[in-house]
């Protein structure tokens, strides 16, 4: 690419005034191949415009969000908070991402106690006094995808089920300050991880996060366990999501899924999940949505 021709990343600026510099730096890194040390290939940088349109993505996700998060009551069934979530993307110009995704036949996934995630909403799902719940949301807006999920108790729950949902929000938020331009994805890996070890808990493997924007699921594969200043560099426009799955008690997962789409634990155990959408900037990530 000479100096003076358009950029790469599509912002119509020319290269020397865009991504010139950018480029040099990666090259001039030292990448380990025993660390498993990766270059972020040039597709999943976003420009400014990818950004703005991840961002108002993200408006309609966020308030979907808050928006559910005043229905969930004992008595409810997921079925009734899924409607509402598709009638509040849809009415905003939205899509709900899940819906017909892979075949996925609800708008959200819903998942309770001992599901993992993937949980699908149903009229015979009713919502009790005792139940922790992660809803996740994802929506596309002209194109671009925005992906959060929060956890819900019901009522009072027992003090482990609130202990695993403080600490999984904790691993996702020790992840995202891991999360830092001209470092390595390791760093985010091993910080989600390694606070839910240290809290007893277990990681989930058989899922994790992922880079988000023009695709619902892209590189890089975010793992919630992991060795630091190993894996893919972290640079300014990368998008991916911090998902730590954690369980109370062993980290496996059933294979076995009747409906194809719901995950369990194998020991059915109690399990959480918190999810953002992070931007790598300049100076450090960005949450786009919550
Ligand atoms: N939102 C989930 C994620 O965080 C993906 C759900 S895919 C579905 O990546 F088909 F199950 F909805
Ligand atoms: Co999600
Ligand atoms: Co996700």
């Not at 988000?212 to 426009?237: D, Q, R, S």
């Amino acid at each position: 690419m000479d100096r003076n021709d358009n950029c790469w990343c599509g912002s119509r600026k020319k290269y020397k005034n865009c991504h010139l510099k950018f480029d040099e730096k990666i090259k001039g890194m030292k990448y380990s191949w025993l660390l498993g040390q990766t270059k972020p290939p040039r597709h999943i940088i976003n420009n400014e415009k990818d950004i703005e349109g991840i961002r108002a993505s993200a408006v309609i996700n966020n308030g979907c969000l808050d928006m559910v998060s005043e229905m969930v009551k004992a008595g409810v069934d997921t079925e009734t908070l899924d409607q509402a979530c598709y009638d509040y993307i849809v009415s905003r110009g939205g899509i709900p991402a899940c819906l017909n995704y892979q075949g996925y036949p609800k708008s959200v996934c819903i998942s309770l106690n001992n599901v993992v995630c993937h949980g699908i909403p149903s009229k015979s799902t009713i919502l009790k006094e005792g139940d922790i719940l992660n809803i996740d949301i994802t929506t596309i807006l002209d194109g671009y995808y925005a992906d959060a999920s929060r956890m819900f108790m019901v009522g009072r729950v027992s003090p482990e089920a609130e202990k695993l949902v403080r600490v999984t929000r904790e691993c996702m938020e020790l992840g995202i300050a891991a999360a830092k331009p001209w470092h390595f994805l390791g760093d985010v890996n091993a910080a989600c991880g390694n606070h839910a070890m240290a809290n007893g808990f277990s990681v989930v493997t058989a899922l994790g996060g992922h880079g988000v924007g023009k695709h619902f699921h892209m590189e890089p594969y975010v793992a919630h366990i992991g060795e630091p200043n190993t894996g893919m560099l972290m640079v300014p426009g990368m998008v991916f999501t911090v998902e730590p799955m954690i369980s109370a008690g062993r980290p496996e997962v059933d294979e076995d899924r009747k409906d194809g789409w719901t995950v369990t634990t194998k020991d059915g155990s109690l399990s959480a999940q918190w999810e953002k959408t992070i931007l790598i900037t300049e100076s450090g990530a960005e949450v786009l949505a919550w």
